[in-house]
């Protein structure tokens, strides 16, 4: 009898002949190259640094397609963007040293936003390490040391054989649920030695899923089931497992209303009669949630914005769905199932029973209502017609990255996303400086679509010199600047908390010329023409630019 892993696939005479007579000039960077082109990767994006110019010289021997960022910390934005439309684990090529060190905020958004990034970085030569002090340009006594604490596994290479195998193994961690960055680190001389091992052909390392356990997910189904008031949270676990569908499908069989975190954006139709959208930001929703007497929880955990600050206290039984091991029962005691959301939702999909529930709608109504009515007193009319001017001029779907910034904050809650996965920001780690490059991976990763970029004039500083890279690659992204003169949303913070604001206002350009500069057309708006000069940018080809000037002001916080 013969088992699956008994099976060895015999070479053909012709792959025979080619491993034994391998092409002349290659060196440890070919391995990289050939070892991410195995795997099924068609881009890598990077910033090329001493170290690590074996890796960039193979690509020129490659198919490769590489897209270059000025600044590293802008190539990890970009890389996270293009793993979280593709759902594919995005290359990121790094040097030793302060290129690596310089990724390492984007890599944490990767991570709290469960991004697949596949980090390469180079390290000094093989004599200077071990922590001693050799003084070779870049050196650090543990490089990797910086990395561990952020990224999903880290993956150390110290002889060329081990390339292969060692990329392989990062990128299966990298899409195995839930998805993350991860680090692999190779020596200098071993990227630059000739090598004479054959070309890396497909490599197989596809992840396992995340499958729950059916006795959980009956038990599970019948809490749902026999529900008097039940409730649903989904997060973003939904959006990437591409589980919208069976979340609208689970909603409707039990009639059961549904809030998005701001990380789920899109995961549930805005406008469906049992959508409560995505104020949780607000005690109407956080009250309606803690009378649940079920709440089904999905792909989140419930962290800092998705409880209302830590002021959400759940009275009924809660059910925690996520592919986090370490997510689940966090922040609060659950029936926690480790899972990919897709499988988790299909397997209750199947064995939930029908039910009815006429009031829920009416609830949705009510809590909306209420949320309204809070909203409404507060006479923010600007910030809310500035919203509406971005949706309206946004095609349903194209993508959308913010940065943090008040608009931001306003769209966490109040944006309609309309498709699942377009709509993306930095509140994962919360890092300054995400929205352009992020768009700028997105629209790498397809470019028939226009991408939006919303930054205000704090955070667009961060992200200045990539005009370059949108204008080099042509890239269909239209930046929205919304200038304030300042750090918007730090301003609101401080003259809370201290009644004046310190170190918060900016000298800034003329954001118009300087966009122009690069040879990215730019035009300053006001909220009145808004929605008319950002649909034009949008459909011009190639990058744009949009500049706001408006003091924006955020709603009034509930959890204080």
């Known amino acids: 009898m013969t088992h699956d892993h008994d099976l060895v696939l015999r070479p053909t005479a012709k792959q025979t002949e080619a491993a034994l007579n391998p092409p002349a000039g290659r060196n440890g960077g070919d391995l990289v190259v050939e070892t991410l082109f195995g795997l099924g990767a068609t881009t890598v994006f990077g910033l090329p640094g001493q170290h690590a110019l074996g890796m960039f010289d193979a690509l020129r021997r490659s198919s490769l397609r590489y897209v270059g960022l000025r600044v590293e910390n802008n190539a990890g934005f970009a890389a996270d963007a293009y793993g979280r439309v593709t759902g594919e684990a995005a290359p990121l090529l790094l040097s030793t040293g302060p290129g690596a060190l310089m990724s390492l905020a984007a890599l944490q958004e990767a991570a709290a936003a469960s991004a697949p990034v596949l980090a390469i970085g180079s390290q000094v030569p093989t004599a200077g390490l071990g922590g001693g002090r050799h003084g070779h340009l870049h050196e650090l006594r543990d490089q990797q040391a910086s990395f561990r604490d952020i990224v999903k596994s880290v993956h150390v290479v110290r002889t060329a054989s081990q390339i292969p195998s060692a990329i392989a193994a990062a990128w299966e961690s990298a899409l195995t649920a839930p998805h993350g960055p991860v680090w692999v680190e190779i020596p200098q001389d071993v990227l630059l030695a000739e090598t004479t091992l054959p070309v890396v052909t497909a490599m197989d390392a596809t992840p396992e899923d995340v499958v729950p356990r059916p006795e959980l997910t009956a038990v599970a189904a019948d809490l749902l089931s026999n529900a008097a008031k039940p409730a649903i949270i989904a997060g973003g676990g939904v959006v990437r497992s591409d589980a919208s ?30 959508s409560l959208q995505s104020w949780l930001e607000d005690r109407h929703t956080t009250d309606f949630l803690e009378s649940a007497d079920v709440l089904l929880v999905v792909g989140s955990g419930l962290g800092e914005l998705s409880s209302n600050y830590h002021t959400f206290a759940p009275r009924g039984r809660v059910i925690q769905i996520e592919a ?206 808004l929605s008319e000069d950002l649909a034009k940018a949008l459909a011009r080809p190639g990058p744009s630019v949009v500049v706001l000037p408006a003091l924006l002001r955020m709603f009034a916080p509930t959890h204080l």
């Open 245 to 274: 569908g069976k979340l609208l499908a689970l909603a409707e069989k039990l009639d059961v209303p549904v809030v998005t975190t701001f990380g789920g954006k899109g995961a549930f139709p805005w406008e469906h009669p049992l």
């Open 324 to 529: 986090d091991l370490g997510k689940l029962e966090s922040n609060h005691p659950a029936l926690g199932i480790h899972a990919d959301a897709r499988l988790a939702l299909s397997a209750l999909l199947e064995t939930v029973s029908e039910r009815e529930d006429p009031s829920a709608a009416e609830s949705v109504r009510e809590v909306l209502g209420a949320v309204r009515a809070r909203i409404d007193a507060q006479e923010l009319i600007l910030e809310r017609q500035i919203l509406a001017s971005v949706r309206e001029a946004l095609p349903d779907d194209s993508p959308s990255f913010w940065d943090m910034t008040i608009l931001a904050y306003w769209a966490w809650s109040a944006f309609d996303a309309r498709r699942p996965g377009t709509m993306h920001s930095a509140q994962g780690a919360g890092g300054l400086g995400y929205a352009f490059p992020a768009a700028l991976g997105a629209a790498v990763a397809d470019h028939t679509r226009p991408v939006l970029a919303v930054s205000g004039d704090g955070g667009a500083m961060y992200s200045i010199a990539e005009l370059a890279t949108a204008r080099q690659y042509d890239l269909p992204v239209t930046w929205l600047i919304v200038d304030d003169g300042g750090y918007g949303i730090l301003r609101e913070y401080m003259r809370d908390a201290f009644g004046e604001a310190t170190a918060t206002e900016l000298s800034r350009p003329d954001f118009v010329a300087l966009a122009e500069s690069f040879g990215v057309p730019a035009v300053r708006t006001s909220a009145e023409s």
